[in-house]
């Protein structure tokens, strides 16, 4: 046994890995979240029989059921014919748990496992299911071919998550999102030992969940696209099977218009006509004053505890500037005989009236930053969005929290930046009680730009980077290795059903019309276009498109994904030949035979556009293509040192790349910073 310390990069465990290779295979590294502690063992267990299952102590429906998935996975991934249940295979799999996780999974649930693979077969160890459940993933992502089968590495494995909340919210108000988007996302939660689904459920834009005790919350406010009570069952039955708590989200009293729109006596003084189209800022907002307002909310939230079990409630509260309660003459009233001295307080005497509604239900509230308030009871989760400081801030007043400002999807940042964003790093000055109140994080997908057909590749396989952050030890940071074991996942994540790769075709394919896919080498040229360009941030293309609920959101920057695989390659690449410009031939060749491909795909792009007006919207890119690699070309060739380039040369180029960087079509090209340092790099 050799054990490697994984404190100090998965890229020093991976040559670690290799000095210990077996004659039989050498272990790859693909786990994503890296566990605590891995030692390797030698040898291997072939995957050459499926396996016999052992429950020695504690079993039930809910564990079979989670080896009966993952057996089938490691099935799959490595050719084996399918055992039906009970069949007898021969690869001992012995699932050792001590005892079940409570009925309602809850937040100090014991999530650690040990995992042992040796030549003869597999022993996952654990307190609870739900821990033996993380194991079974950490099996999975285990298998590796060996030349002519499949194995997994002897190894020795002992895990627990550094944070107890690591969770996706995903807002299904601003645009609908079926059952099964949302079951293969609980999956893929799963497969990356996620453990919270924050179910964001009404909005502006529309009211999602039945009420039969309100009936129009849907009835009006939702254009018929909302979950019924048995779907939010089925959801919450499907993810705790999977070992995920779900948060429902009722945003009050902002963000409320379809509340407002179907009971308009709910509002301050401004009734809707109907759910908002525009995104932003509304300016409606519930009734803090009237006691039938929180009768209201009580009977809502009491007939909402019946589906969701959670111990915790999030009522939003973000972004309610409601000018009204400043204008009604009643509000105004009101304030002054309560002593409420402006819209903050009126909403902190909200929040506590709310608070006694979901303390009687046996619940806590959870809201965005906005509800920490003077006075607000310390029994309430704040979650932050607008940074580490106000995070950090509640954790000081003894508040929870859980940190979600650096996790924002819609900002279109790397899965780098995400990675290294920690929610509690070492370096903060919190002491080491306030840094228990950090709960975790949280990575938010608001759905203002996307649609059923793009939420996969928004969320994937960025989040599975985050998940590692919320799972492993903060010295787990090095970036490349996360970025190699990123590709992995997302083909795991793939078997799962996730269409975060396959959506892009299908979006480029519905882009080119169908006299252009007559030829695969047309399509092969759009994909190559495609492949170096990635949307601009939600607020950019606000700003340039003013999108609403009705926008059509079938366009290039529908299809292209953030962060495609291009950036870091490119990145890479251009990082070792930089260091070594003269004698580093195998990037430069590399980056030649690429840059030549991106140029040859641009003329038959061209010609699809001349076909697909919603295609023709990006030319102006795929000129700026032939720019770009002519560009990359020339900074080769003065690399390779033969000849130094002309005086200005430099300045030419980097005032070309400052065009280029202009918005057009509402997606931007890869390259960019790395062309830069490509560039600068060359000699005048
Ligand atoms: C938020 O982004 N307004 C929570």
Request: charged share 20%.
């Amino acid at each position: 046994m050799k054990a490697i310390n994984l404190g100090v990069g998965a890229v020093v465990a991976v040559a670690l890995c290799s000095a210990t290779a077996t004659a039989q295979m050498q272990f790859q590294n693909h786990l994503m979240p890296q566990p605590a502690q891995l030692s390797l063992g030698s040898g291997d267990l072939p995957l050459s029989a499926t396996f016999a299952v052992e429950t020695p102590a504690m079993s039930d429906g809910r564990l079979t059921n989670a080896i009966d998935r993952a057996v089938r996975r490691i099935e799959s991934a490595s050719g084996l014919r399918h055992a039906g249940r009970g069949a007898a295979g021969t690869t001992h799999l012995v699932v050792n748990v001590t005892h079940a996780s409570s009925p309602v999974q809850s937040l100090d649930e014991d999530e650690s496992y040990s995992l042992s693979v040796t030549p003869s077969g597999v022993k996952i160890e654990a307190a609870t299911d739900l821990g033996a459940m993380h194991g079974l993933e950490t099996l999975v992502q285990l298998v590796q071919p060996t030349g002519n089968g499949y194995a997994i590495h002897a190894v020795e494995i002992h895990d627990a998550p550094r944070f107890r909340w690591r969770g996706l919210m995903i807002d299904c108000g601003r645009h609908f999102e079926p059952l099964t988007v949302i079951k293969r996302n609980l999956d893929a939660m799963a497969a990356v030992k996620l453990n919270v689904f924050h179910w964001h459920l009404t909005e502006d834009q529309g009211f999602r969940i039945e009420s039969r005790v309100f009936p129009k919350l849907t009835g009006i406010g939702s254009d018929g696209l909302f979950y019924t009570q048995q779907d939010a069952k089925d959801v919450v039955a499907y993810a705790r099977a999977r070992g995920i708590r779900v948060v429902p989200e009722f945003e009050m009293p902002g963000h409320s218009t379809a509340w407002l729109v179907a009971y308009p006596s709910l509002a301050s003084g401004t009734t809707p006509d109907e759910v908002r189209r525009e995104f932003g800022i509304s300016d409606t907002a519930i009734d803090p004053t009237r006691d039938a307002t929180y009768a209201f909310i009580d009977r809502f939230l009491t007939e909402m505890a019946t589906l969701f079990p959670d111990a915790y409630v999030h009522i939003g509260g973000d972004e309610t500037p409601a000018p009204d309660w400043k204008k009604n003459p009643r509000i105004i009233a009101f304030m002054r005989a309560h002593n409420l001295k402006d819209n903050d307080a009126l909403q902190a005497y909200f929040n506590t009236r709310v608070l006694k509604i979901i303390a009687r239900l046996h619940k806590h509230m959870m809201g965005w930053d906005e509800v920490l308030t003077p006075g607000l009871p310390k029994d309430v989760v704040v979650q932050s969005w607008r940074g580490e400081a106000s995070l950090a801030k509640g954790a000081q007043l003894g508040y929870e929290g859980v940190l979600s400002a650096p996790y924002y999807l819609d900002a279109m940042k790397t899965a780098g930046v995400h990675y290294l964003a920690d929610p509690v790093p070492s370096s903060s000055s919190l002491t080491l009680d306030e840094r228990k109140r950090i709960l975790g994080g949280e990575v938010c997908m608001w759905a203002e730009q996307l649609n059923e057909r793009t939420i996969d590749s928004r969320i994937w396989p960025r989040t599975a980077a985050m998940a590692e952050r919320f799972w492993s030890t903060e010295s787990v940071r090095d970036v490349d290795d996360m970025y190699r074991r990123l590709i992995p996942v997302s083909v795991e994540l793939e078997g799962l059903g996730l269409m975060h790769l396959a959506s892009e075709d299908a979006g480029l394919r519905a882009l080119a019309g169908t006299p252009n896919l007559a030829s695969t080498p047309n399509m092969d040229a759009l994909r190559r276009f495609a492949s170096v360009l990635e949307p601009v941030p939600f607020s950019d293309r606000y700003d340039e498109q003013h999108t609403d609920q009705l926008t059509a959101l079938d366009n290039l920057v529908d299809a292209v994904v953030p962060d495609p695989p291009s950036r870091h390659w490119f990145e890479l690449a251009v990082k070792r030949l930089i260091a070594d410009p003269k004698s580093d031939t195998a990037d430069r060749d590399a980056l030649a035979a690429w840059f030549s491909q991106l140029a040859a795909s641009v003329p038959a792009v061209h010609q699809q556009m001349t076909a697909s007006p919603r295609l023709a919207a990006a030319s102006q890119r795929a000129d700026q293509t032939l720019q770009l690699t002519a560009m990359g070309q020339q900074a080769l060739h003065y690399l390779a040192g033969t000849e130094n380039a002309p005086a200005g040369w430099k300045k030419q180029q980097l005032d070309t790349l400052d065009e280029i960087n202009k918005p057009s079509a509402l997606v931007r090209f890869t390259l960019w910073p790395a062309m830069g340092d490509l560039i600068k790099a060359v000699r005048e």
